[in-house]
């Protein structure tokens, strides 16, 4: 089996593991990226979730960053080049639209640029844990067959938090997870006005719900908000099907994603004036699983931390965005702090509980169930991520993590 060591090693390729392998080649270190699908940018570019949430203050008043640095610099290129504005609702947040292909070609380009050695179409199969380290990890690549990698420091940012699962390290697992979305788009739309688009699907699906055309879990179907361009909009239901992580559960999830969409495709196309022309222009590849298994960290970022609004001495990121639970047997249900408000997430939330060269980004940094509903959004994400790539490289350099999380908290970012 070939070998191969890394100083840094980030596994996924999602928005926290974009930032944290970026963060980290900055420093100029050796840094090697695991990521199972063949492009980066994880839910962001697979499940095509589309907008990003977490950038902004939660405030009346327009659109202003909350987060500083990477995050601040990743968004506003991807702003510029999906040619998008942030929207605004009635609830005081905010959030940008991005084009899934601009998501994955920029990724892909800030990989390449700092010279992280990415695998793509790559797994990990198993981990190996010495004296409180991880000592090797075992991927499968498509081209190369089995490698073993020994890293100096491991990144989790896998989202379900892989290395701990494997390693057999405490996991924050949750009793029932928030339900799974898909979304998919269609074409040969006659409506033109979005906001209206969304008012006419929520009508007629009550409708149809209530006059037994359609069953009861048709009315959780959204706007994929600044989705509709030239006669196309993207559509996001909600699973009826429970995420259970079981043997068989993503393929019955996908399913049954499948079977809602034809259903409600032909269903809209038959009744609705606005969707009579309508066809199936794509699928997203993935179904959206909004959480898993966080790693039982330092600190554990509870539910009380963010509607409180807590800070920290070792804050990482600013966090503007309420929790957010998509339940199974409900529509969104979102649970918010004062307006102008925020929490912060401490940088002891991104390292793994006895184990000395672990740390996580994303939505599997160490959270309850509650926290986690608003820590996972893609704005919160990139600044753990980066946090996490930072303080590896700093671990590994001899820096304080003191001087890091000042510079973090300031808005630097690292040049060499
Ligand atoms: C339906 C849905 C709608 C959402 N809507 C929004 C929204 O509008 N705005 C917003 O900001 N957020 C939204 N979110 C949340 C947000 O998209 C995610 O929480 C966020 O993108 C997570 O980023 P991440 O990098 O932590 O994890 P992920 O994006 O999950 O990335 C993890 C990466 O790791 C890879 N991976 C996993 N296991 C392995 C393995 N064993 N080996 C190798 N690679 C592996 C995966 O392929 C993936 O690329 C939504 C989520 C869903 C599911």
């Known amino acids: 089996m070939k070998l191969q060591r890394t100083d840094i090693l980030v596994l996924g390729g999602g928005a926290a593991g974009i930032a944290a392998a970026s963060a980290a080649a900055d420093t100029g270190l050796d840094v090697t ?4 699908n063949g492009y980066a940018g994880g839910k962001a570019t697979a499940a095509e979730v589309g907008t990003i949430c977490g950038l902004y203050r939660f405030s009346f008043d327009s659109a202003d960053y909350i987060v500083k640095g990477f995050a601040r610099d990743f968004a506003e290129e991807l702003r510029i080049r999906s040619g998008t504005t942030p929207l605004s609702n009635a609830s005081g947040l905010h959030y940008l639209p991005y084009h899934i292909d601009v998501f994955k070609q920029y990724s892909y380009e800030l990989l390449n640029t700092k010279g992280v050695r990415v695998f793509f179409h790559s797994h990990v199969t ?3 844990v010495k004296e409180k380290q991880v000592n090797a990890v075992f991927i499968h690549t498509q ?3 089995e490698i073993e990698i020994r890293p100096r420091i491991v990144i989790d940012c896998t989202g379900e938090s892989t290395v701990a699962r494997l390693a057999d390290l ?7 997870y928030q339900a799974a979305a898909q979304v998919f788009t269609l074409q040969g739309i006659k409506e033109t006005h979005e906001g209206k688009l969304g008012l006419i699907l929520m009508k007629e699906l009550r409708m149809a719900i209530q006059q037994g055309k359609l069953d009861h879990y048709f009315d959780r179907v959204y706007v994929v908000q600044g989705s509709l361009h030239d006669g196309t909009v993207s559509l996001k239901i909600g ?7 079981c043997p068989g559960n993503l393929d019955a999830l996908r399913a049954s994603a499948f079977d809602f969409i034809y259903r409600l495709t032909t269903y809209l196309k038959e009744n609705v004036a606005a969707f009579k022309e309508v066809t199936i222009e794509h699928i997203a590849p993935e179904v959206g699983i909004r959480v898993g298994q966080r790693t039982h960290g330092r600190y554990v970022l509870t539910e009380e931390d963010v509607l409180g609004c807590k800070k920290f001495p070792d804050a990482i990121a600013d966090c503007g965005w309420p929790i957010e639970e998509w339940e199974q047997d409900r529509r ?8 102008e408000e925020f929490y912060q997430v401490p940088a002891r939330c991104l390292r793994a509980n006895g184990i000395d060269n672990l740390y996580m980004g994303g939505r599997n940094i160490s959270a309850t169930d509650g926290a986690i509903a608003s820590a996972r959004v893609i704005g ?14 700093a671990q590994l350099q001899g820096i304080s993590a003191d001087s890091i999380i000042e510079e973090i908290q300031l808005g630097a970012v690292y040049s060499s």
């Open 239 to 245: 699973i009826p099907v429970p995420v259970t992580y």
């Open 126 to 128: 198993a981990v190996t």
């Open 170 to 176: 405490t996991v924050i697992r949750s009793e029932h």
């Open 33 to 36: 990226l695991v990521e199972k």
């Open 380 to 393: 919160i994400c990139l600044q753990t991520g980066y946090a996490a790539g930072r303080l590896a490289a």
């Open 143 to 145: 081209d190369e067959g």
């Open 332 to 339: 969104v249900h979102m649970r918010y702090f004062e307006p």
